[in-house]
């Protein structure tokens, strides 16, 4: 059961049934750490090359969390961009080098199309996303 009248399912659906505020997660990450969870929000960003990450708008300003899924099991359309969201999944942390998180920007750089400036990156860096599982968008 979704909030929304009319949707599209992804992935295997929703199976959790309240949601966790965005802000809770990125606040206290090790306590959901490993955790399925269900989060809600507008869907600010859809990567262009292949559907393979969103970026959901937290319920504090300014906050974002992305949801990974694996390249081909779920593929978010472009149009989604704007659009409510339900989306479930398990919450990670990566940890990542110097040198990876460069290497990872470059990568996201590339797929929205944007510039890269290699000395924007200073240093090593925590980064908590969501690995989906399924979600629900509003049509």
């Not at 507008?42 to 992305?66: H, L, N, T």
């Not at 999944?89 to 929205?112: D, F, N, P, T, Y």
């Not at 890269?116 to 979600?135: M, N, Q, Y």
Request: net charge neutral; charged share 30%; glycine share 8%.
């Amino acid at each position: 059961v979704n909030a929304f009248s009319k949707a599209n399912i992804y992935g295997k659906g929703l199976t959790v049934q309240d949601s966790t505020p965005i802000s809770l997660i990125l606040k206290s990450p090790e306590n959901f750490i490993g955790k399925t969870v269900k989060i809600s929000g507008m869907i600010i960003e859809v990567c262009a090359s292949r559907g393979c990450w969103v970026y959901i708008a937290s319920d504090k300003q300014y906050e974002k969390i992305q949801v990974k899924v694996t390249d081909g099991e779920i593929v978010f359309p472009m149009s989604a961009s704007g659009r409510m969201a339900e989306v479930e999944g398990i919450v990670e942390e990566l940890k990542m080098s110097k040198e990876e998180l460069r290497e990872w920007k470059r990568h996201q750089a590339m797929e929205r199309g944007v510039e890269f400036d290699p000395a924007s990156v200073t240093g090593a860096e925590k980064i908590i996303r969501l690995r989906g599982i399924g979600a629900v968008i509003e049509e």
